[in-house]
């Protein structure tokens, strides 16, 4: 096992399940003897949590793509100083709810920023830090959404319309077939039993492998 932690990222669109597997991923580990830090983007410190109250709330005027994308950068600049960077190196595993693949599928497919402006923020903010395993939930759009309708208010995001979450699920589908070594796609569009068999497989396997 080499000397740092791992960093194992969770991504898809809403509705696809995440917060619900998050905590199925952590048993996972520590099933295996591993206590992983928890935690998720945008957000997982006080000031990152705070940046996330202003990113996802409704404000009486619009917000700029490009304050949407500084922002989740700097939520993400204070997020890998004070948590995620330590952790790995102490040789904790960190699991994080979000993370760059969010910027690239949301800020670059969803709004349009382009792909080389966030591979610049990333090489800078994100110091090294990059996913050893990513699990992409993936269901299709209107699956996905008609699975958050129940929910009491939409956030700023969760009010775009259908095309622009199904700009966010190509990118993502794209990214993943661009890094297949570290992304694997968990078909989401069963019951939560059948994404959770697949969780245990693809983890079970990278333990044993790292
Ligand atoms: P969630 O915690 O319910 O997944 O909500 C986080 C929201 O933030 C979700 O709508 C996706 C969005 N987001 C981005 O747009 N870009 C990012 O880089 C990250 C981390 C999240």
New binding site residues.
């Given amino acids: 096992m080499k000397q740092q932690g791992y960093l194992i990222t969770l991504e898809g669109i ?1 509705g696809v399940g ?1 917060s619900t597997h998050m905590e199925f991923i952590q048993h996972v580990l520590e099933a295996k003897g591993i206590t992983p830090l928890m935690t ?3 957000g997982g410190t006080p000031i990152a949590e705070a940046i996330r109250h202003v990113f ?1 709330s409704h404000h009486d005027e619009p917000m700029t793509d490009e304050t949407e994308f500084l922002l ?1 950068f700097a939520a993400r600049a204070q997020h890998v100083q004070a948590r995620i960077k330590p952790s790995l190196t102490s040789g904790k595993w960190v699991v994080c ?3 760059i693949d ?2 690239y599928a ?2 670059g497919g969803g709004r349009g920023i382009p792909l080389e402006r966030i591979a610049q923020l990333e090489a800078w903010v994100c110091q090294g830090c990059l996913p050893d395993l990513t699990l992409l939930l993936d269901a299709p759009v209107p699956l996905a959404l008609s699975r958050i309708q129940c929910r009491a208010a939409a956030d700023r ?2 009010s775009e319309k259908v095309v622009f979450f199904q700009r966010v699920r190509d990118a993502y589908l794209a990214r993943a077939a661009q890094f297949s070594a570290r992304f694997r796609v968990i078909d989401a569009s069963g019951s939560p039993e059948s994404v959770q068999m697949q969780l245990h497989t693809v983890l079970t396997e990278f333990i044993e492998n790292h």
Avoid: C, F, G, I
């Fill in positions: 809403e995440k998720r983007e945008p996802a989740l709810d979000r993370y969010a910027s949301y800020q995001v969760e």
